[in-house]
């Protein structure tokens, strides 16, 4: 499953004021924009531009695609939209680019929550209550009941939502409107109070408080494991199926690369290895594929508000090759993980026949997995 993400920036944002637009406007010394493209490193990412900040856009990042927007925020989706055809996205999430803080747990909050839905989008209940207003005094009430404040990332399907922006004729306030209005259902998820939207002159004084007051959490994990030869004819690494005069042994199916990186989750978050989520003396595990393990770990990292900065897994032995599989494991451990092949490495090594891989006897697994919260 590929997910890209749409980031809308061709607005002017004059209510802000300045002498550029909000987007562009500094933020903890870079471009809010830095801030709002970084909480989506790593995933296939479509900047939509004014034609006028070309020349800004392709000097904040080389690894996004621009797009120029339209006259209207649904015109400048649509343009984005219409430039991913062809490219294998499955999902899709459209944010605004004056909101640089979505979090990785509320990320992963929609990125869950499409899984049994066409569309799903962030909202936070409304707890105050609202009045109507006219010439400066209070001419009424309004029952709050079922009131959501709408924030984004606001995701879909793919092709749901492009197939709904074809249809549209156009002046939605957002994505959510464009869905509804072709008859998808939106799933509603916890927005998250950080997640503002600059608007105002004001909101730039919270936003520097927000970014001043958060701290990056980092962590770091490895993974080592060994698998001895046995009688067979093919062996399971990093997910792929690869035939081989021997097979590995072990109480599930082996698989000493994904072995090696799930324990690299778990030790990054502190919940020691596959052996404690799912002890061998269980006979339920007894020949389990590895994806049930990996899986798991990396719905743990998601529960926990973490996402995936990098991995690495170097597999030791002689034989098999590993080289003509590698590009197969990269895509094979994204998938199972949910997230973007370009932070999936894999590669191999030799111990120059030295020791028991050397001597054919077994394979090593060694990874390393980066888990970032912010």
């Given at each position: 499953?590929t997910?890209?993400?749409i980031?809308?920036?061709?607005?002017?944002?004059?209510?802000?004021?300045?002498?550029?637009?909000?987007?562009?406007?500094?933020?903890?010394?870079?471009?809010?924009?830095?801030?709002?493209?970084?909480?989506?490193?790593?995933?296939?990412?479509?900047?939509?531009?004014?034609?006028?900040?070309?020349?800004?856009?392709?000097?904040?990042?080389?690894?996004?695609?621009?797009?120029?927007?339209?006259?209207?925020?649904?015109?400048?989706?649509?343009?984005?939209?219409?430039?991913?055809?062809?490219?294998?996205?499955?999902?899709?999430?459209?944010?605004?680019?004056a909101?640089?803080?979505?979090?990785?747990?509320?990320?992963?909050?929609?990125?869950?929550?499409?899984?049994?839905?066409?569309?799903?989008?962030?909202?936070?209940?409304?707890t105050?209550?609202?009045?109507?207003?006219?010439?400066?005094?209070?001419?009424g009430?309004?029952?709050?009941?079922?009131l959501?404040?709408?924030?984004?990332?606001?995701?879909f399907?793919?092709?749901?939502i492009?197939?709904?922006?074809?249809?549209?004729?156009?002046?939605?306030?957002?994505?959510?409107?464009?869905?509804?209005?072709?008859?998808?259902?939106?799933?509603?998820?916890?927005?998250?109070?950080?997640?503002?939207?600059?608007?105002?002159?004001?909101?730039?004084?919270?936003a520097?408080?927000?970014?001043?007051?958060?701290?990056?959490?980092v962590?770091l994990?490895?993974?080592?494991?060994?698998?001895?030869?046995?009688?067979?004819?093919?062996?399971?690494?990093?997910?792929?199926?690869?035939?081989?005069?021997?097979?590995?042994?072990?109480?599930?199916?082996?698989?000493?690369?994904?072995h090696?990186?799930?324990?690299?989750?778990?030790?990054?978050?502190?919940?020691?290895?596959?052996?404690?989520?799912f002890?061998?003396?269980?006979?339920?595990?007894?020949?389990?594929?590895?994806?049930?393990?990996?899986s798991?770990?990396?719905?743990?990292?998601?529960?926990?508000?973490?996402?995936?900065?990098?991995?690495?897994?170097?597999?030791?032995?002689e034989?098999?090759?590993?080289?003509?599989?590698?590009?197969?494991?990269?895509?094979?451990?994204?998938?199972?993980?949910?997230?973007?092949?370009?932070?999936?490495?894999?590669?191999?090594?030799?111990?120059?026949?030295?020791?028991?891989?050397?001597?054919?006897?077994?394979?090593?697994?060694?990874?390393?997995?980066a888990?970032?919260?912010?």
């Amino acid at each position: 499953m590929t997910t890209a993400v749409i980031i809308v920036a061709a607005g002017r944002g004059s209510r802000v004021g300045g002498p550029v637009p909000k987007q562009w406007q500094p933020l903890g010394g870079q471009p809010v924009l830095a801030h709002t493209l970084a909480a989506f490193a790593g995933m296939m990412r479509v900047l939509v531009i004014h034609p006028d900040d070309r020349a800004r856009a392709e000097a904040l990042d080389t690894d996004v695609l621009l797009v120029d927007g339209g006259a209207t925020r649904d015109a400048s989706v649509r343009a984005a939209l219409e430039a991913l055809v062809g490219k294998g996205v499955t999902q899709v999430l459209i944010h605004d680019g004056a909101r640089p803080f979505p979090s990785a747990a509320l990320i992963a909050r929609l990125r869950a929550a499409l899984a049994n839905a066409p569309g799903a989008a962030p909202a936070l209940a409304v707890t105050d209550a609202l009045w109507r207003g006219d010439n400066g005094l209070v001419a009424g009430t309004q029952d709050r009941q079922g009131l959501h404040r709408a924030q984004t990332p606001q995701g879909f399907r793919f092709d749901a939502i492009l197939a709904a922006h074809r249809a549209h004729p156009g002046g939605a306030a957002d994505d959510v409107e464009v869905a509804r209005a072709a008859g998808l259902d939106v799933t509603i998820v916890e927005g998250d109070e950080t997640n503002l939207k600059l608007t105002f002159p004001g909101d730039f004084a919270r936003a520097e408080a927000i970014l001043r007051g958060r701290q990056m959490d980092v962590r770091l994990g490895n993974g080592y494991d060994v698998h001895a030869f046995t009688e067979g004819d093919h062996v399971w690494l990093c997910g792929v199926k690869i035939p081989h005069h021997k097979g590995l042994l072990g109480h599930s199916d082996a698989d000493v690369g994904m072995h090696a990186l799930t324990d690299a989750i778990y030790g990054a978050l502190a919940e020691g290895d596959i052996g404690r989520h799912f002890p061998p003396s269980d006979p339920q595990w007894k020949g389990a594929a590895s994806h049930i393990f990996l899986s798991h770990a990396a719905g743990l990292m998601a529960a926990r508000g973490y996402r995936l900065a990098n991995c690495d897994v170097t597999l030791v032995c002689e034989r098999p090759k590993i080289g003509p599989h590698a590009i197969a494991m990269q895509t094979e451990l994204a998938r199972i993980m949910a997230v973007d092949v370009g932070l999936v490495s894999v590669k191999a090594t030799t111990s120059e026949r030295l020791g028991f891989t050397g001597r054919e006897e077994g394979i090593a697994a060694i990874a390393t997995a980066a888990l970032v919260r912010t």
